[in-house]
């Protein structure tokens, strides 16, 4: 029973950790929180869905709706954010990704209606036993589908001169700047890739949580106390947060009274808690203000 | 003094074509002072808009009568939350948490028998200690942070009402008795509102002042450069602190009003879509403005009204549209604009301006 919830939980917790890498991506470029980053992944799990329904396999649908949110998050960044980044206007920054998650959200059920739509599972139906415990196999690809974006992301950051350049433009943007790298375009491939992730993580979870405008509202919760958790500023951290948070999300629905209640407020009591004992997460660093 | 200072920098820097594009973007965000009407004026506006605040319920039917107390209720918790957020910089989503607890308390002090001003007094005094609780801990991290803290919180407010049973009946939710009493020979529409009507325009004067005096200045000062401040000897720590529990109260207050005007409090009332009208209220009512609020009030109440007749989805989309316009193009929200229309033609008025 509790191996049980604890394998149920990685699997949904690799998903809060892929959202929360997008979350970490994006915080990282612009030094900001994307309110709407849930939407972005929910209106990718729609973008696959419609192109399912059109008979595109699943996988292809899932490349297209991708690419389509990389661009879609890329534009934002450029249009909407980096203005007010520019000018330094932290509040005007929080309103305008608070107005794109209910405007898109808005969008998305005038589209598509407020009814539930079947996405079919990537990884087929049925279940596998791992160690006495039956796993489904969309949770297991699940899993493998995270690490995998993990590992390519981290060898693009660790190995690839882009990945210096990112790197550079994010911890030293001045002098990055002054040795001739654009750090506007590295802002743009942060939300680029932070959308593509968000669309591969929305799609994911849409055939278990099924698929309806309200989804992912929870998830990105859920995303945010997982990317505290881990350090708002590092990947790896969003990834161990992610399953942290899925693990203890599900023993505190089977184990506490009330559970289904008390999950909504699980991730409250997370973030307040890491806020106040380690403000800057498991693996995060400290940020330092000079005066 | 900033305009003047940056206005040339930005003119020489743009050629002319960005220039005549510029200059309307320039004139929407460019901070305005408040109107400073003459004394004389000042007074009779007021007067006027009193009067005719007292006699609306009077000759309306009930239904005009409720939306009218709806908007006082919104205005009282722009009031505050504009406090918190114009003046302090401090952002919340969680609002909705505080309009819940002041909600509740007058339900739960109703069913206990209470009278329903001693309940409304409740409905200040338990959010501003909760905020104040939830302040102590909240207000030690930065915006994002905190704006991270009250989304949380504004997500688990229905599921914590469900969850404290005993108190609040889960789901079901209490049925409040709103009926005035006995002394008071007012149908109920008309008692509530002049409930709302007092605990508006208190709430107006108080907020003014505060923004104006001291420590509106200190609020200010903290938003602006918080080191600074504490160097001037603003304890700022303290001062966020009681302005999230300020700001608090003056939801819970409005939550009460809106529990006796509804007469029904129950779990799903109280979820993020009201977190996030109330944000869209002071946004688009104008962020550090006082008449902002009541401007803003008008809009969440009415707009719904009218796109809801479009689509179940034309509300959200209209909110998240104009959060994105309004934070762009119009930072001082229908409060500057009201300003910039009405500047030039108050100036003209003789009379000495009031002090």
């Known amino acids: ?153 981290g060898v693009l950051f660790e190995l690839t001169p882009v990945g210096l350049r990112m790197r550079a433009a994010i911890s030293a943007p001045e002098s990055a700047e002054l040795s001739g790298i654009s750090t506007g375009r590295t802002m743009t491939a942060g939300w680029a890739i932070a959308g593509a ?44 947060g992610g399953i942290v948070v899925g693990v203890i999300e599900n023993l505190a629905g089977s184990y506490l009274p009330h559970g289904s209640d008390f999950k909504q407020v699980v991730a409250l009591a997370i973030i307040v808690v890491v806020l106040l004992v380690r403000p800057q997460g498991l693996l995060g660093r400290r940020e330092v203000v000079r005066v | 003094m900033s305009t003047t200072a940056t206005r040339p920098a930005r003119t020489s820097g743009g050629g002319t074509t960005r220039r005549g594009g510029g200059t309307v973007a320039e004139w929407l965000r460019r901070p305005r002072p408040p109107l400073a009407p003459p ?182 000062a903290v938003r602006d450069a918080e080191l600074v401040a504490e160097t001037l000897g603003v304890n700022t720590w303290q001062t966020k602190t009681r302005l999230f529990a300020t700001s608090a109260a003056y939801a819970g207050v409005a939550g009460g009003l809106y529990a006796l005007l509804l007469e029904f409090v129950g779990p799903e009332n109280f979820n993020l879509t009201l977190s996030i009208s109330f944000v869209t209220l002071i946004v688009v009512g104008g962020l550090a403005t006082v008449p902002g609020a009541v401007l803003g009030a008008i809009f969440v109440q009415y707009v719904p009204t009218l796109t809801s007749s479009i689509s179940p989805a034309a509300t959200g989309a209209t909110y998240g549209v104009v959060l994105i316009l309004f934070a762009f193009f119009v930072p001082h929200g229908l409060a500057g604009l009201a300003r910039a229309a009405l500047g030039p033609l108050v100036r003209r008025v003789p009379g000495r301006p009031k002090a």
């Open chain 1, 1 to 153: 029973m509790l191996l049980q919830q604890l394998a149920d939980g990685v699997a949904t917790g690799a998903v809060y950790g892929a959202l929360a890498l997008a979350i970490v991506l994006v915080y990282r470029a612009s030094r900001t929180l994307n309110f709407a980053q849930g939407e972005l992944a929910l209106l990718g799990a729609y973008v696959s869905w419609q192109l399912t329904a059109w008979g595109l396999p699943i996988w292809a649908a899932l490349l297209v709706a991708t690419a389509a949110l990389a661009a879609l998050s890329a534009g934002v960044e450029r249009v909407l954010v980096r203005p007010l980044v520019r000018r330094h206007q932290a509040l005007p920054l929080i309103i305008v990704t608070l107005g794109l998650m209910i405007a898109l959200n808005a969008i998305i059920g005038w589209v598509w209606t407020y009814q539930t739509k079947e996405v079919p599972a990537l990884f087929g139906s049925g279940a596998v036993e791992i160690g006495g415990v039956a796993v489904s196999r969309q949770d297991v690809g699940i899993v493998l589908t995270v690490l995998v974006v993990a590992v390519a992301l």
């Open chain 2, 39 to 220: 004394r004389w004026l000042a007074v009779l506006s007021t007067v006027g808009a009193a009067a005719a605040l007292l006699v609306v319920p009077l000759v309306n039917p009930s239904y005009v009568n409720l939306t009218v107390t709806l908007v006082m209720v919104w205005t009282i918790v722009g009031l505050g939350l504009n406090l918190l957020v114009g003046f302090g910089g401090q952002v919340s989503l969680g609002h909705s948490a505080f309009f819940a607890i002041g909600a509740y308390a007058v339900a739960v002090a109703g069913e206990a028998g209470w009278a329903q001003p001693a309940a409304l007094l409740v409905a200040g005094v338990v959010p501003f200690v909760v905020g104040y609780a939830i302040g102590l801990p909240a207000l030690r991290l930065h915006g994002l942070q905190l704006g991270l803290v009250t989304l949380a919180l504004a997500m688990a407010t229905p599921a914590a009402i469900r969850a404290f049973e005993p108190l609040t009946h889960g789901s079901r939710g209490i049925g409040i008795d709103g009926t005035p009493p006995a002394w008071v020979p007012l149908d109920h529409d008309q008692w509530v509102y002049y409930l709302a009507l007092a605990a508006a325009s208190l709430g107006y004067v108080v907020t003014r002042r505060l923004a104006r005096g001291r420590l509106g200045r200190s609020f200010v």
């Open chain 1, 197 to 240: 992730v968000g669309a591969v993580a929305g799609t994911l979870i849409a055939p278990e949580l099924f698929l309806h405008p309200g989804m992912m509202t929870p998830v990105l919760i859920y995303a945010f106390a997982a990317a505290t958790l881990g350090g708002l500023d590092s990947p790896p951290g969003a990834l161990v």
